[in-house]
Nanobody, 122 residues
Framework: QVQLVESGGGLVQAGGSLKLSCAAS????????MGWFRQAPGKERAFVAG????????DYADSVKGRFTISRDNTKNTVYLEMNSLKPDDTAVYYC???????????????WGQGTQVTVSS
């Protein structure tokens, strides 16, 4: 069982930055691939970024490439999402998730956090 708690969301102006954190419980954090997903009002949940357990593999949605960076600290059981050059279209609830195998598909992720709201004003 893995419990995930996101933090770091908030209100920011377009062009600004935020850094999300996701703290995980358990002693086997490094064995899990981690992903960030987001869901905007009226839209389906979408992949944002993923990172393998060793951090050797990362992937990003085209819409965030070059602006967002996913990273993890396995000594702190934490995964991060650094978001720069934010746009109003980035407004959504952001979720972190854990999977026993690396994937960019939400269906592969078994454990989910409660989400944190990110709002980007124009």
């Amino acid at each position: 069982q893995v419990q995930l708690v996101e933090s770091g969301g908030g209100l920011v102006q377009a062009g600004g930055s935020l850094k999300l954190s996701c703290a995980a419980s358990g002693r086997t954090f490094s064995s899990y691939a981690m992903g960030w997903f987001r869901q905007a009002p009226g839209k389906e949940r979408a992949f944002v970024a993923g990172i393998s357990g060793s951090a050797m593999t990362t992937d990003y949605a085209d819409s965030v490439k070059g602006r967002f960076t996913i990273s993890r600290d396995n000594t702190k059981n934490t995964v991060y999402l650094e978001m720069n050059s934010l746009k109003p279209d980035d407004t959504a609830v952001y979720y972190c998730a854990a999977s026993e195998r690396y994937s960019i598909q939400s269906g592969s992720y078994k454990y989910w956090g409660q989400g944190t709201q990110v709002t980007v004003s124009s």
